[in-house]
């Protein structure tokens, strides 16, 4: 819009200015705007033109910082995360009430002026040399909406937001400069959409979406005139006008804004008088940023998804512009996370485990062949307070987590894996006797270990003796059986299948070449185990562990996320052998307290020595989950220990992270369909000599003592065992 010049005005406003010692803002605004075309108006203004116009011709507009959303697979949220609590929304989805209030009260002739209001500039400056100081400004919303982009690009950084909302004349001349360039590229339903978006509504809430949600619980489209009324006052100082802090200044500041939109014919006075009469009708929403707000316990698993995003450079090449882009890029990131079996993980945590426990339980499912993570969970909750934390025992450390923990005996089946698929059969029978020294030397990838102390380990009940083959010795987790095995094929091929299984340790550094591990010394994570055990419901096949099932920004446009990389970690006879053995485990072995009664299942126990750590991990046809219960610290033996108001004398893989995993996989599984797991039928030789322990009797379950059907739901098959090798200890499933 152009602009005339007129000479009584023009001195007025020179006279106004030099009161107030703003000669040189006065000369950029009349001799650099409004006459463009005559140039400077005095030496002084010949210089703050030149300055003027040397201004880079484009502001630069950041993309508006935006909270962006963790949902979980059906869309639900889980949480949001963000640096400034903002969602913008186009123009059409904010209510004409609150577009004529935030110009009614604002900029009143908004529609009329330029980018700069002349008529508001010279009432200001007789204004403000009347009263001898500055009562009036003359900012339009143009204006305001260019300080705000300043304040904006300076984000967090305190001396940067200085700088950019600073009262100077270069600032100004900026401001001027570039609300020209604004209004002439946007034009002003844009810039009045812009506006709105990116305005401070205090509270935390940035852009009118954010305001009317924490304010009134509503969207801006939704907004009634009483309502958008009192968010346009606030605008001028949101600490003053907070309606939650000041309710009588917000309502009279309200009543101020209707006033206004009468006088302006905006609304009737009718309306105006009714809005006025109202009460604030305030439905405030609590701000919730963070995975700390994450719903149904998911706090840990949305800060792995967190850790992920950080740790991949496809979201941004150094890790601050990722950190950036999670707090600030308004995206929506779907994850795998599926709500039924994260209520039934953290229903069971909390029925099994309290978080004032001594003790901890961590637990993650994961789906066999896609590597989707489906739930996650622990019993001390994410947070800062007393029995809280923000390591996630679930994970690796370089994912959050801490070292891990031991796996103990549900390494086993690991070994057993390796020595199948290289050959061995399952049937294969050892000694096996209560006690051993460690057999030297062993093979390994490297240099041969050498058993130089004499070292010892014995099994974890006086009757778990052989001779026997791998089922009676994985159903009964007999230690010297599975030591005289990886003694046998060497460390090298359980390590290799480790690595095809996924299985590392938590901290990084490789699994020891030494034959205990098989005895599951290496420190590990629950989300390991459970991806590695989905391998053998997978037909031998791992998938790695994602989170992260798709990512939209601010603009809505797919962004690339990570993916699953599938690969056949053994032969698919290998896998359908481990599932019979595990069957074992499960149906008459120590795991029989884990057992489903509706479907396949098969897992294995393991605890640790001190019983500083209990495992249970297994797995259906559609889904694996591994269980750990133990002292982060690694310093409390689980003896005489009262864990969820339940007293053990000594706690087993079975008896508690067991329970766990049945109560977590029977919920996350209600409802879908019960699979069987393939299997392969094994028949053996009879060994020299021989348990003399009796025969088992079919129906006889809960006691240890054979691998009879009575009760079982499904069927074992058709397998051959010599006559003695069924018999079992007297501990009723109470073994590592």
Known sequence: MAYKRS?????????????????????????????PATGAIGLSAKGTVADFNALPGELKRPPLSQATKILDANGGLIATV?????????????????????????????????????????????????????????????????????????GDDPDKVAQATQQTIGRKIKELKYAIQVEKELGKKQILENYLNITFFGEQAYGIQAAAQRYFSTDAKDLTLDEAALLAGIVQSPTHYDPIAYPKEAITRRNTVLKRMADLGDITRAQATAAQAKPLGLKPSTPRNGCIT??????????????????????GKTREDRAKRWTTGGMTIRT????????????????????TDPVATAVTLVQPGTGKIVAMGQSRPYGFGQNETQINYNVDQSMGGGRGFQSGSTFKP???????????????????????????????CGKPWVNTYGSTLSNEDKSEVGPMNMQKATALSVNTYYVQLISDIGVCPVTQMASKMGVHRADGNPIDQVPSITLGTQEVSPLTMAAAYATFANHGVYCTPVAIESITDANGKSMPVPQSSCTQAMSENTASTLNTLLKG?????????????????????????????????????????????GSPSKNLSMTNITIGGVYHDKVFGADTPGPIWKDAMSGALAGTPAGSLPTVPLAGGNPPGGSQNPSPNPGDQGKGKGHGNGGNAFPWPTISLPPGLLGGGQNGGNWP
């Not at 719903?295 to 698993?301: E, K, L, M, N």
């Not at 795998?336 to 978080?355: F, N």
């Open 7 to 35: 000479g009584g005005g023009l001195a007025t406003t020179r006279q106004a200015a030099k009161f107030l010692g703003v000669s040189v803002l006065s000369g950029v605004v009349l001799a650099g705007i409004a006459l």
């Open 82 to 154: 963000y640096s400034r609590d903002r969602t913008s929304v186009p123009l059409s989805q904010i209510n004409p009430a609150m577009q004529k209030a935030i110009v009614a009260i604002e900029d009143s002739r908004y529609w009329q002026h330029g980018a700069i209001d002349m008529k508001g500039i010279l009432r200001a400056l007789n204004s403000n040399a009347a009263s001898g100081g500055v009562s009036q400004g003359a900012s339009t919303l143009t204006q305001q909406y260019v300080k705000n982009v300043f304040i904006e690009e300076a």
């Open 294 to 315: 994450a719903v149904s316990g998911a706090g840990f698993f949305c800060d792995y998804v967190r850790e992920t995003f950080l740790n991949n450079p496809v979201f």
């Open 336 to 355: 795998t996370l599926d709500p039924q079996a994260q209520q039934s993980v953290q229903a069971s945590i909390q029925k099994h485990v309290y978080e």
């Open 414 to 444: 690991i070994t057993a894996a390796a020595a199948i698929d290289g050959g061995t059969n399952p049937n294969t029978v050892y000694p096996a006797p209560y006690s051993m020294t460690y057999p030297s030397p062993v093979n390994t």
């Open 585 to 629: 485990v499960v149906e008459d072995g120590t795991g029989k307290q884990a057992g489903l009664p509706d479907r396949d299942s098969a897992g294995k126990t393991g605890t640790t020595d001190s019983r500083y750590a209990a495992w249970f991990v297994g797995y259906t046809s559609n889904m694996a989950g591994a269980v750990w219960v």
